[in-house]
């Protein structure tokens, strides 16, 4: 991993693949070196937001020298359910490109938790990966210019859901009510958590 300073309150850590983000985010929270405020991951990359005087060489030594095992189980937290109509305009399309049919794409959805891995995009998005890996389909060839909020979609190996009306190219499953995003109590989804899509009857 390469550690770098990212102004004078930060550190950027920049790693080979997301496996090796959700590793390390996983033993920042387990184990912080001292002045550490925020874990902040991406898709290459976990930002170190630090308290002011903190001691930037020592805490880049410190992760350093984490025990970081990439595809280690995450550790067990509380997860969030999300009731979801299967009705979306893309669900036979995807059913026909994974070869599960609607019905088995609902299944494969609700099967497993999935991991939160970052969230990002838009307020209160989040990029869930760890379902099924036979929903992992391409993006739609051209992007809608309007998704309506609550929309639940797949792109290669995330599933996620629009917190608001926006464009957006994923392939679009569902929909559903659930709030993920509000100014009073912040993202519904943290990186770290994770979430079970149910089907709403």
Known sequence: MNVLPCGDAALLVDVDDLREVLALADALRADAPPGVLDVVPAARTVLLTVAPGTDLAAVRRAVLELRVEPGAAPPDG?????????????????GELTGLGRDGVVEA?????????????APGFAYLVDGDPRLDVARRSEPRTTVPAGSVGLAGEFSGVYPRASPGGWQLIGRTGATLWSMDTG????????VRFVEAR
């Open 78 to 94: 509380e997860v969030v359910e999300i009731p979801v109509h299967y009705d979306g305009p893309d669900l036979d399309e995807v």
């Open 109 to 121: 959805h609700t099967g497993r938790p999935w991991r939160v891995a970052f969230g990002g995009f």
């Open 187 to 194: 993202a519904l989804l943290q990186p770290g958590g994770r």
